[in-house]
């Protein structure tokens, strides 16, 4: 069983950064893949980024690509997002989750609650 607690959502103007955390508890954190998800209103689900259990292999949505990086410290359990050059297409509510069905989609074992970020024009 795996607890994931997201912080470091707000609002940002477009342009700007933010760093979300994740913060994880529980056996196994250290051995599953973990992900970021966002979903914006009025739309599904969307796969934002994928890092392996070690950190080293990662893979982005093509949304994404080039502005947005993920990461992970075992030590501290925790995965972070570090967004960059945020669009107002980038406002969603973003979850972390932990051990993938289906690599680089939104099926996931285990999920945090979701944290807003609101990117204004």
């Known amino acids: 069983q795996v607890q994931l607690v997201e912080s470091g959502g707000g609002l940002v103007q477009a342009g700007g950064s933010l760093r979300l955390s994740c913060a994880a508890s529980g056996r196994t954190f250290s051995g599953s893949a973990m992900g970021w998800i966002r979903q914006a209103p009025g739309k599904e689900r969307e796969f934002v980024a994928h890092?392996?259990?070690?950190?080293?292999?990662?893979h982005y949505a093509n949304s994404v690509k080039g502005r947005f990086t993920i990461s992970r410290d075992n030590a501290k359990n925790t995965v972070y997002l570090q967004m960059n050059s945020l669009k107002p297409e980038d406002t969603a509510v973003y979850y972390c989750?932990?051990?993938?069905?289906?690599?680089?989609?939104?099926?996931?074992?285990?999920w945090g609650q979701g944290i807003q970020v609101t990117v204004s024009s």
């Open positions: 989750a932990a051990r993938p069905r289906i690599l680089f989609s939104t099926f996931y074992d285990y």
């Open positions: 890092i392996n259990w070690s950190g080293d292999s990662t």
